[in-house]
């Protein structure tokens, strides 16, 4: 991943797709069933910032998600999360459209995409769903 965030434009590149990810996840209806995996969490606006500190370590940037959390544990992370197949392909379609609408289709290497799928897919687990419970 070493270089990945140069590639795409640095942390203003990552800021902007960053933001269009979510801004699809808020205002298209298809999408709202991610939602549910934010209810019981620190909310939407939260996961916009932690998933940019995330994503700029991931691709070889400052590491603010290490530097606030300790550590960049995926699993850890996302441990309490209902995470289904649907769910999985749903964020990396999302994410996908977001590289495309802002114009980093062409600039997102390879080797990101694959690992992105790959920690996509570790994620899938079996927990209880919370489908319908919107209480935090």
């Known amino acids: 991943m070493d270089g990945a965030l140069d590639q795409i434009g640095g942390e203003e590149a990552l800021d902007r797709l960053v933001t269009r990810f979510y801004d699809l996840l808020e205002s298209d209806p298809a999408l709202h069933q991610m939602?549910?995996?934010h209810f019981r969490g620190?909310?939407?606006?939260?996961?916009?910032?932690?998933?940019?500190?995330?994503?700029?370590?991931?691709?070889?940037g400052r590491r603010y998600y290490f530097e606030k959390h300790g550590h960049m544990d995926l699993r850890e992370?996302?441990?309490?999360?209902?995470?289904?197949q649907a769910d999985a392909q749903m964020w990396l379609d999302t994410m996908d459209r977001a590289i495309c609408d802002c114009g980093l289709d062409d600039k997102v290497p390879a080797a990101v995409r694959v690992t992105l799928h790959r920690a996509a897919q570790m994620l899938v687990n079996d927990l209880p769903d919370w489908r319908g419970d919107t209480k935090g």
């Open 35 to 37: 939602h549910r995996l």
């Open 42 to 60: 620190h909310g939407l606006n939260h996961t916009r910032t932690e998933q940019f500190n995330f994503l700029c370590g991931f691709l070889g």
């Open 77 to 84: 992370i996302h441990a309490h999360v209902p995470i289904r």
